[in-house]
T-cell receptor, first 111, second 115 residues
Framework: RKEVEQDPGPFNVPEGATVAFNCTYS??????FFWYRQDCRKEPKLLMS???SGNEDGRFTAQLNRASQYISLLIRDSKLSDSATYLC????????????FGKGTKLSVIP | DADVTQTPRNRITKTGKRIMLECSQT?????MYWYRQDPGLGLRLIYY???????NKGEISDGYSVSRQAQAKFSLSLESAIPNQTALYFC??????????????FGPGTRLLVL
């Protein structure tokens, strides 16, 4: 079983749409969770951390379900500039600072 | 100025050549990492270093070596490059003082082509 799994997409959505990405992880000892964004041919950049109670940053909402080992990212009112690949990232286990990256979900927001 | 820089940004080399990729950071972080990214495979960890005297192998260290010359510098070497080392290489840093929310900051990447 792969450690961090994501739907590769692509997700093609119109401007203004709401889109959700899902991610599952296999290591039940993982304690830190993140969403990164990667533009084409660029470096990954932190989008947001994911907290147990769920958290929101503007149009972006992240949720964590530890029992199901499931993470989600919701993007509301999609903008053209949201087009990118979204990486689900999980630390490798309790006390570990190694991160495991999902392969990413590609989003294209269409005018 | 960028906090994490990588040189060169692009490199073409031939099979069997030795090459070095360099990474420098001004973030003051103690932890540094080297990854490679291949289409369809995502980011994979090659080596990581938690301080100047602490070097650790990652998931795919074979064929690579590293040197942590100073807290701010971490170099990746390919002793004898082979075509399947063609990839996009990223350096990253993190700050251990962030605890559970320690996250990594990436350099702009080095695109390597081995012929």
């Amino acid at each position: 079983r792969k450690e961090v799994e994501q739907d590769p997409g692509p997700f093609n959505v119109p401007e203004g749409a709401t889109v959700a990405f899902n991610c599952t992880y296999s290591n039940s000892a993982s304690q830190s969770f993140f969403w990164y964004r990667q533009d084409c041919r660029k470096e990954p950049k932190l989008l947001m951390s994911v907290y147990s109670s769920g958290n929101e940053d503007g149009r972006f909402t992240a949720q964590l379900n530890r029992a199901s080992q499931y993470i989600s990212l919701l993007i509301r009112d999609s903008k053209l500039s949201d087009s990118a690949t979204y990486l689900c990232v999980v630390n490798s286990g309790a006390g570990s600072y190694q991160l495991t990256f999902g392969k990413g979900t590609k989003l294209s927001v269409i005018p | 100025d960028a906090d994490v820089t990588q040189t060169p940004r692009n490199r073409i080399t031939k099979t069997g050549k030795r090459i070095m990729l360099e990474c420098s950071q001004t973030k003051g972080h103690d932890r540094m990492y080297w990854y490679r990214q291949d289409p369809g495979l995502g980011l994979r960890l090659i080596y990581y270093s938690f301080d100047v005297k602490d070097i650790n192998k990652g998931e795919i260290s074979d064929g690579y070596s590293v040197s942590r010359q100073a807290q701010a510098k971490f170099s990746l070497s390919l002793e004898s490059a082979i075509p399947n080392q063609t990839a996009l290489y990223f350096c990253a840093t993190s700050d251990r003082m962030k605890g559970a929310q320690e996250t990594q900051y990436f350099g702009p990447g080095t695109r390597l082509l081995v012929l």
